[in-house]
């Protein structure tokens, strides 16, 4: 990545959409430092997962920021179809990703001392504002901490203690970025997104599209996050796949003409072996796409 390059086209297209460092960074979810780092080019590298941030808040696409022409993307008409007609495919995260982080909420109830119901409740009640960015990290950290009478609590480091890759998942993931369109459409804490790429908890593929709750402040099971997604994978809705661990997620993308396919994170295998099933490719189409050969 050319980042002097990045930087100018970060800062063009902040202008251009009016808006100053500070206000894309809240948009964004993102500290000033780093922004402005970016777009002096200081960072060799910077994360996928943030320029992606970048991008969405901004309204552009990510290969326009990158400086990549949009025909060496590859496009979604020359992906594979299923015979059901998926063409694109979004991954949740938790629970489907990543084993969930239930283990966090025993962890901080005996670090508190309070009831584990007591801690779940606390959590659920402000977990749709974080995950909408309507709400920072350290202000729930705070809220956490007043609630549970405990001095300080780092939430993100409780859940990224708590989750467990699983190997199936990766290797499913992968195999369907090799013959599909493919993006991730979660409800998230701002920034956790980068981190866990960063620690190789996400499997590190170019994903095609990355809609993160915090940056879009939007969560499933709501329409826009639905709208969105169609509109960044630009395919029709009955040529999505939405693979998610929840059951009101499904059923929204469901009404929204999507197919959808339930994850058990209790057994992985049988998920993945049951996603591979539904994404069979139309047996003509792979001979089309390498040219007859």
């Known amino acids: 990545m050319d980042e002097k390059g990045l930087g100018h086209r970060l800062q063009l297209a902040r202008k251009a959409a009016g808006l100053t460092q500070q ?50 993307a590859a496009p979604l008409k020359q992906r594979l179809h299923s015979t059901g007609g998926i063409s694109f495919v979004y991954f949740d995260i938790n629970g489907c990703l990543v084993r969930f982080f239930h283990r966090a909420f025993t962890k901080l109830a005996d670090n508190s001392g309070q009831l584990a119901d007591v801690v779940e409740a606390t959590f659920w009640h402000y977990n749709d504002q974080i995950c909408r ?14 609630k549970l009478n405990m001095p300080t609590v780092d939430w993100e480091k409780y859940y990224l203690e708590a989750i467990q890759t699983m190997p199936e998942t990766q290797k499913l993931v992968r195999w369907v970025s090799e013959r599909y369109g493919i993006g991730i459409l979660t409800n998230i804490m701002p920034g ?9 908890l996400v ?65 992985p295998d049988e998920s993945a072996k049951r996603i591979r099933q539904i994404l069979e490719p139309v047996k003509t189409e792979p001979v089309a796409l390498v040219g007859g050969h």
């Open 192 to 200: 956790f997104l980068d981190t866990m790429r960063q620690r190789g």
């Open 203 to 267: 499997p590190d593929i170019n994903y095609d599209v990355i809609i993160d709750s915090s940056v879009v402040h939007a969560v499933k099971p709501e329409v826009k996050m639905y709208k969105l997604a169609v509109e960044k994978a630009g395919c029709q809705p009955d040529e999505l796949l939405l693979v998610d661990d929840s059951m009101s997620n499904l059923v929204a993308a469901e009404k929204a003409g999507w197919h959808v396919l339930w994850f058990d994170d209790f057994r």
């Open 23 to 72: 206000s894309l960074c809240q948009i964004a979810n993102l500290s000033y430092s780093t922004l402005a780092k970016i777009e002096r080019g200081a960072i060799k590298a910077p994360s996928i997962f943030t320029i992606q941030s970048i991008a969405d808040a901004l309204h552009v696409r990510l290969d326009e920021l990158i400086g990549r022409p949009a025909a060496s």
């Open 133 to 146: 960015g309507e709400m920072s990290v350290a202000e729930f950290d705070n809220a956490l901490a007043k």
